[in-house]
């Protein structure tokens, strides 16, 4: 099974390698790259999780504040804090330690359906991959950080370039092929996107590749046009092969905060999306939006965008993830980002 899909965590792994040769990995471990986000989640409410505080309903209520200005929105902070309320009652909660622990349960039940399982790969054909998302949010990157993983798994790999929409998202994504060494099919400025989607799929299947990875345009969601244009993708690619795409994941922005949930609710109704990837969580305080989403859709998040290499690209690991955005507790206080 290629590992870079696994759902323990990342070691010393061939998919940990940067893309490029110029490209270093980020330092410092998920706890680390995480930092911006968990400062928006709970950085205002640290305090509460050392000393000896009094865990009364104002710090319930500081608790959910800080959930709703991180973009959790209120159906999952209200969640939370339920569970919180109820948990300090039953258990008699009264120190930092606890409180911080029945945090870090409700928010893994929260996000453990979804974690998804590795993909299998068919054999007989190339598993397909179709990347969908708005401009801007990292999409084309993202699927090249995918690209240099699967390639340092030792999977043969190609792309194909379906934003025919902009020239410069054909450029950047033979840009991207050049560096890795991974043939990337593609027409001309203004081609069919889904001619070009059956043509790659033809040659990767020629070619005998394991993995063929479909970048999209990225006009607004609200986009009509594009969103027709990603179903005759899919159609056509259903045509050349009716198990065709195995996979159809968005890629969102945390940083966009609660306007992820309507790109979800769009794309999905239009492609019938299987997974989620979402980018720029160092640099965010939103990223409580991965709670709004788990809430609203729990659709699979595959992987989890942390830096610009492609060593930051993570399989998304609930636990994990949930220990990232924790702040230590008084025993732990130790332990820093």
Same mark, same amino acid.
């Given at each position: 099974?290629?590992?870079f899909f696994s759902r323990g965590k990342r070691g010393e792994d061939s998919a940990d ?9 980020a330092g410092g471990g998920l706890f680390a790259r995480l930092s911006r986000t968990r ?36 159906? /999952? ?8 309320? @109820? ?5 008699? *909660? ?34 397909? *991959?179709?990347?969908? %998302? ?14 240099? %993983?699967?390639?340092?798994? %030792? ?7 379906c934003d025919t929409f902009r020239a410069a998202a054909i450029e950047q994504l033979q ?6 060494? /991974?043939?990337? *099919? ?51 690619? %259903? ?7 195995? @996979?159809?994941?968005?890629? /969102? ?35 409580? /939006? *991965? ?47």
């Amino acid at each position: 099974m290629n590992r870079f899909f696994s759902r323990g965590k990342r070691g010393e792994d061939s998919a940990d390698k940067p893309a490029a040769a110029d490209e270093k990995p980020a330092g410092g471990g998920l706890f680390a790259r995480l930092s911006r986000t968990r400062e928006g989640l709970f950085g205002g409410i640290s305090t509460l999780f050392r000393g000896n505080n009094v865990l009364d309903e104002s710090a319930l209520e500081e608790i959910e504040d800080q959930l709703l200005v991180a973009d959790a929105g209120v159906a /999952v902070s209200t969640r939370i804090v339920d569970h919180l309320r @109820e948990q300090v009652r039953k258990r008699r *909660i009264s120190d930092p330690d606890a409180l911080r622990d029945s945090l870090g349960t409700v928010l893994a039940d929260l996000l453990l359906p979804c974690e998804a399982a590795p993909l299998e790969f068919p054999g007989d054909r190339p598993l397909v *991959i179709m990347m969908v %998302g708005v401009n801007g949010v990292g999409k084309t990157t993202t699927l090249a950080k995918l690209a240099a %993983g699967y390639r340092d798994s %030792g999977h043969r790999v190609m792309l194909a370039a379906c934003d025919t929409f902009r020239a410069a998202a054909i450029e950047q994504l033979q840009n991207w092929g050049e560096r890795l060494g /991974v043939p990337v *099919i593609a027409q001309s400025h203004g081609a069919d996107a889904a001619a070009v989607a059956f043509d790659a799929y033809e040659a990767a299947r020629a070619r005998k590749t394991d993995v063929l990875l479909v970048d999209t345009a990225g006009r607004q969601h609200t986009h009509g046009d594009l969103m027709e244009q990603l179903r005759k993708v899919k159609r056509v690619l %259903g045509k050349a092969d009716p198990a065709v795409p195995d @996979e159809v994941w968005l890629t /969102v922005d945390a940083g966009n905060g609660q306007n992820v949930l309507s790109q979800v609710d769009q794309f999905h109704q239009a492609v019938n999306l299987t997974g989620l990837c979402v980018t720029k969580l160092d640099g965010t305080a939103k990223g409580g /939006v *991965i709670l709004a989403l788990a809430e609203k859709h729990g659709l699979p998040i595959r992987y989890l965008g942390t830096g610009e290499s492609a060593a930051d690209l993570r399989p998304f690991v609930a636990r994990e993830f949930v220990e990232a955005l924790l702040p230590p507790a008084d025993s732990q206080g130790a332990a820093t980002g």
